[in-house]
């Protein structure tokens, strides 16, 4: 194109090809580049964020991991958290863990794991099956269970599953060849504890690919022994009815150590039962830790001779990441392959790793201080709260339970102990019955308080059956993690000693509060058994509809207005509002009481202040119409007072000009009339007093205020609900409130000398008011009039009195 345009001669023409050459150049090349860049962002639109570009460095990423750890992405100085973590009198959040150089030795055998799966097969061989031969041999050897297999796993309950397989292989050698068809002409049953660990029956089956039919659960003891063992003799039964039946007894699973209580099965015993009847035996539970100790009690000995046993070694040493172990004797290495409890993978071998590492970095003096130390803070725990009252403690051997379970009872008068923490069925409820629900709420109120108090003390709140709700303390699965010292223990016991005057002076109090608010008209007692405090009222508003469930606008609406007006008077209680416990409907809830409250007054209180809330409410509602009817008998009067008018003063006198020289020569007195609106009677009243005497009228006496039937009169300092002192304090109390009293009708008799003085100096007289002279002439007739006693001669008063 260049040399097309050096042959055109004009040179005019020749500049404007060569100017649109360019132009054309520029379109095109910023056409190119949009195009480009739109590819670009609809390449990376579709890739996250953090993969845009070229990467990240090491230092952000952990930045990143360490913010989602604090629970929030945005960057936060560390020292800013720790500072407040310790304002807030606790760890800094991210700390979940007590993580010593044990758990950094556990952690590190995971990267290690990683690390050495790249090794070459041989290396990798050799490496991973001597980790997991000198792992299992030293468990072995420390929990006393004698060539033993392991299985690391990392689920808990994933061992059990697999023992289950294999008994299931060992039981039916068919079973690989005809798979289930076996198990449908002779139905396996799988035996668990009433007290098992909830959810497990239901992960076996899952698991295993059984129906639910397949589990028998079998009952504690409920005359002799524990509540929370096996009931052997009934488990014999189930047994044979079983075979009677058909079915293959395959399993068992007992307890070392329930997952309530901790309370241990009869092992011994039952041992010699699943021997008769060629039942797999396998124990679970948290006193198998104490086999590694010098002292074992027998029946947790007992568990060395079982079939199988899992162990959770991570929690009991504080090791964060290591996997469970199943130890488990059986001399078929094919059918332990086929169950899946051995396997040929190195990565499966590379589980035991942090294990190997963490024993070897412990050691046996470690690993049994740990143990023991766990042990000795149940049994300090134990021992200090055997001095404390109203504290009830379930365990199962004092001398050696790693378990501490407690609970805060208080006996009716005249009632069986007993009877306080058995329910008895089909019967009404009572006053033991109705204890039982209040020492629930407050046991669950007590565990809640005690976890915020003592955190180090790894406490739980749960929900016995028989016993209702109490408090555990289990150190063996806590204390290493947490690192609970002895001072804890006592600080636990503290805290406890501390919060039991509340909770015996609450539960005292809420059966005169009910009888109160049941003997108060406009209250209703609300029956709310998770409630720990005094209880539970609710105020019925005059168009409040009893037997509907739902949400009703006016009665929050009061109760809104009672609850602040309640958290006003600045007393030892607590109130707050909620929904009822089987409605919709507001209600006032009365906290725990920390002294000897009057009830009585609170709930008067209570009744009192609703009503006078409803009433103003209503008078507000009310208001609009009381004015609308107002202003329309205004307009009628206001109308007929015209007419009035019009009469009295003629037709001449409202013509413009004719009225005015009619007004002249003979004016019109009228009277002043007019009308004011009294809200308070919602009525009209006339003027005229307001007009003649130059006073504003003070109408309809507003209706009173309406107040308790009773005042108390309290001390300076003193707050609300309160009961009167005793003894001296309240003679005394009453006898300088009657002085006071005495002091003011004294002074009300006489009139004061101030009030003399200000009648003597008054330089305003009304009409019809004596002179100085004629008022002390009269005065002084009316006083010997009245006190003849005068005529005698009297001493003179000081100066001071004058």
Not at 131 to 138: E, P
Not at 204 to 217: D, I
Not at 559 to 568: F, I, R, S, T, Y
Request: charged share 25%.
């Amino acid at each position: 194109m260049d040399a097309s345009l050096e042959k055109i001669a004009d040179p005019t023409l020749a500049e404007m090809g060569k100017n649109l050459k360019e132009a054309m150049k520029m379109l095109e090349d910023s056409q190119r580049r949009t195009e480009e860049e739109n590819g670009k962002k609809l390449i990376s639109g579709d890739i996250p964020g953090p993969l845009q570009g070229s990467g990240q460095d090491m230092v952000s990423i952990l930045q990143l991991v360490q913010n989602l750890m604090h629970g929030d992405e945005d960057e936060e100085p560390q020292s800013a958290r720790i500072a407040t973590a310790e304002l807030m009198g606790g760890r800094p959040r991210c700390l979940i863990q007590n993580i010593g150089e044990q758990g950094h030795i556990a952690l590190l055998g995971h990267s290690l794991g990683a690390y050495i799966s790249t090794l070459d097969k041989e290396r990798l061989r050799k490496l991973t099956t001597r980790i997991l031969s000198d792992t299992t041999l030293w468990l072995c050897r420390i929990f006393r269970y004698e060539n033993g297999c392991a299985y690391f796993h990392e689920e808990e309950r994933e061992g059990l599953a697999k023992i289950c397989r294999l008994a299931i292989h060992s039981r039916y050698e068919d079973f690989v060849v005809d798979g289930f068809n076996v198990l449908y002409n002779k139905k396996p049953v799988i035996y668990l504890s009433a007290a098992a660990m909830p959810g497990l029956g239901q992960y076996l089956c899952n698991q295993l690919g059984l129906p639910f039919p397949c589990l028998c659960r079998v009952p504690c003891n409920t005359m002799f022994g524990s509540q929370h063992q096996m009931d052997v003799a009934f488990l014999e039964k189930l047994i044979k009815e079983d075979i009677e039946q058909g079915k293959l007894p395959l399993l068992l699973v007992a307890n070392a150590g329930t997952a309530a209580v901790g309370h241990t099965d009869k092992i011994g015993r039952l041992k010699e039962l699943c021997e008769q009847y060629e039942i797999w035996l396998h124990v679970e539970g948290v006193n198998l830790a104490t086999l590694a100790l010098g002292y074992v009690s027998s029946s947790v000995l007992a568990a060395t001779k079982c079939d199988s046993m899992t162990l959770t070694p991570g929690p009991w040493l504080g090791l964060p990441a290591v996997p469970a172990v199943t130890l488990y004797k059986h001399d078929d290495p094919a059918l332990t392959l086929v169950a899946g409890l051995t396997s040929n993978k190195p990565a499966d071998k590379l589980r035991a790793l942090p294990l190997w590492l963490s024993l070897q970095y412990l050691g046996l003096d470690g690993i049994v201080e740990r143990i023991k130390h766990a042990c000795q803070l149940s049994q300090r725990l134990q021992e200090s709260l055997k001095k404390v009252n109203h504290i009830k403690i379930l365990v199962e051997d004092e001398l050696s339970s790693p378990v501490v379970v407690f609970r805060f009872f208080q006996e009716l008068p005249g009632s069986d102990p007993v009877l306080n923490a058995v329910p008895v069925p089909n019967m009404a409820p009572s006053a033991v019955g109705r204890e039982r629900h209040s020492c629930d709420a407050l046991n669950r109120w007590l565990g809640e308080q005690l976890k915020e108090l003592v955190p180090t003390s790894g406490l739980t709140v749960m929900d016995l059956e028989v016993e209702g709700t109490c408090v555990r303390f289990s150190p063996l699965m806590t204390a290493a993690v947490l690192g609970t010292r002895g001072e804890d223990v006592d600080q636990l016991v503290a805290c406890i000693q501390n919060k039991l005057p509340v909770l015996t002076c609450t539960l005292q109090l809420r059966e005169e509060f009910k009888q109160e608010v049941t003997g108060t008209t406009g209250l209703l007692y609300v029956d709310d058994p998770n409630w720990p405090g005094i209880g539970v009222v609710r105020y019925e508003h005059a168009n409040d509809d009893k037997s509907s469930l739902k949400l009703d606008p006016e009665g929050e609406k009061i109760h809104a207005g009672l609850l602040k007006k309640l958290n006003e008077l600045e007393s030892d209680l607590t109130f707050k509002m909620g929904p009822e416990y089987k409605s919709m409907k507001s209600c006032i809830y009365v906290g725990m009481a920390s002294d000897d409250i009057d009830v009585s007054e609170l709930v008067e209180t209570i009744a009192v202040t609703a009503r006078e809330i409803e009433e103003n409410s209503r008078l507000l509602e009310n208001m609009t119409e009381v004015v609308r009817k107002g202003i329309q008998e205004a307009q009628v009067q206001l109308q007929k007072a015209n007419e009035e008018r019009l009469l009295e003063e003629g037709v001449l006198r409202q013509i413009p000009v004719v009225g005015s020289v009619l007004n002249w020569f003979s004016p019109v007195q009228a009277s002043q009339k007019g009308r004011s609106f009294n809200l308070t009677a919602g009525s009209l009243e006339s003027t005229e007093h307001t007009y003649v005497y130059k006073v504003q009228g003070t109408g309809v006496t507003p209706p009173q205020t309406p107040s308790g039937t009773r005042t108390k009169q309290r001390l300076p300092g003193q707050k609300p609900f309160k009961r009167s002192l005793r003894g001296s304090d309240a003679q005394s109390e009453t006898s300088s409130v009657s002085h006071i009293e005495d002091l003011e009708k004294m002074e009300h008799l006489s009139g004061g000398p101030e009030q003399d003085a200000l009648e003597a100096n008054s330089p305003e007289q009304h009409p019809g008011t004596p002179t100085p002279q004629e008022g002390e002439q009269t005065g002084a007739l009316q006083n010997r009039a009245q006190r003849p006693e005068d005529d005698h001669p009297q001493v003179e008063e000081p100066e001071s009195l004058r």
